[in-house]
């Protein structure tokens, strides 16, 4: 069983910046697509940003720009740097991996940026 742990939520003021980080224990990170997704309050989960094992990225289209996720394979490390924070990017944000054999979530950190 995956465990990923995310840090580096908090408050930010609007055009601010934040960087989240997501450690993914076990063997498999290098060989596994990491995510981003975020659920504000009221809504739905939705995707953020993907990163696949060989480096390939997708963002939503509400981030595209302003965000940007990477990964560091030698330490297990998924990143996503958000630039330009609005107040709408207030939310939950939650790492997640997908490898042929396993998937899995972290338990989300939040992310509030005041207006």
């Known amino acids: 069983q995956v465990q990923l742990v995310e840090s580096g939520g908090g408050l930010e003021q609007a055009g601010g910046s934040l960087r989240l980080s997501c450690v993914a224990s076990?063997?498999?990170?290098?060989?596994?697509?990491m995510g981003w997704y975020r659920q504000a309050p009221g809504k739905q989960r939705e995707l953020v940003a993907v990163?696949?094992?060989?480096?390939?990225?997708n963002y939503a289209l509400a981030v595209k720009g302003r965000f940007t996720i990477s990964r560091d394979n030698a330490k297990n490390t998924v990143y996503l740097q958000m630039n330009s924070l609005k107040p709408e990017d207030t939310a939950v944000y939650y790492c997640?991996?997908?490898?042929?054999?396993?998937?899995?979530w972290g338990q989300g950190t939040q992310v509030t940026v005041s207006s």
């Open positions: 997640h991996l997908s490898s042929i054999s396993t998937t899995g």
């Open positions: 076990g063997s498999i990170f290098s060989i596994s697509a």
């Open positions: 990163i696949t094992s060989g480096g390939s990225t």
